[in-house]
């Protein structure tokens, strides 16, 4: 099936520092991937939608300056926490579905997710 | 928008027994409802869907209903194993907005 991998799985950075998560579809291109965060014992809440060669689409209430993506080929959508605090230490999961599918109605494939800790 | 309401947040149920997990969703025009599975730590892995042009789909142990009328959507697990224990999650479809919309989640435990 549809694999998508997620880079770093863990990672601790200090208050004030960037940190990088990179999602990769392995087996398939994806020119839509998303990014969801997720916190201790709450549901996934959408926060961007990453499209290949355009600019990211943010949910409200996100802070595009702050959380940064970039989807530069087909394969690979990274997400950037600039500036982070420990407010943002959560779990980051990214997904794509395949392509072909009609709109977004297609199953969507996750990745193992990236927990962040910001100290 | 959309909105997607999911019951129990928490079954425990022993081995072999059968688990429901509910939900509903507010959007009339939702039309694409899968479910996820996800393990401590890990990412959701997609279980079982369903579309609004079918009301059951089965996968062995595992079932979805969909009612579109009272706009309502079941997983179904039988003869449960401890390795069934885990976090589900319902999902809604909608074409307003083009996102999929999650439950609150279900932490499912099955006793040995």
């Known amino acids: 099936g549809a694999v998508v991998s997620q880079h770093p799985s863990r990672v601790i950075c200090k208050s004030g520092t960037s940190v990088k998560i990179e999602c990769r579809s392995l087996?398939?291109?994806?020119?839509?991937m998303f990014w969801y965060r997720q916190f201790p014992k709450q549901s996934l809440m959408l926060m961007a939608t990453s499209n290949e060669g355009s600019k990211a689409t943010y949910e409200q209430g996100v802070e595009k300056d702050k959380f940064l993506i970039n989807h530069a080929s087909l394969t690979l959508s990274t997400l950037t926490v600039t500036s982070a605090h420990p407010e943002d230490s959560s779990f980051y999961i990214c997904?794509?579905?395949?392509?072909?599918?009609?709109?977004?109605?297609?199953?969507?494939?996750f990745g193992n997710g990236t927990r962040l800790t910001v100290t | 928008g959309e909105n997607v309401e999911q019951h129990p947040s928490t079954l425990s149920v022993q081995e072999g027994d059968s688990a429901v997990i509910k939900c509903t969703y507010s959007?009339?025009?939702?039309?694409?409802f899968p479910w996820y599975k996800q393990e401590l730590g890990k990412g959701p892995q997609l279980i079982i869907d369903i579309r609004s042009n079918v009301g059951e789909k089965k996968d062995q142990r595992i079932a979805v209903t969909l009612n579109k009328t009272a706009k309502h959507f079941s997983l179904h697990i039988t003869e449960t194993q401890p390795e069934d224990s885990a976090v589900y999650f319902c999902?809604?479809?909608?074409?307003?907005?083009?996102?999929?919309?999650f439950g609150q989640g279900t932490e499912l435990s099955v006793k040995p």
């Open positions: 087996d398939f291109q994806a020119t839509t």
């Open positions: 959007d009339s025009a939702s039309n694409y």
């Open positions: 999902a809604a479809f909608g074409n307003q907005g083009g996102k999929l919309i």
């Open positions: 997904s794509a579905s395949l392509p072909g599918a009609s709109s977004y109605n297609s199953p969507l494939h």
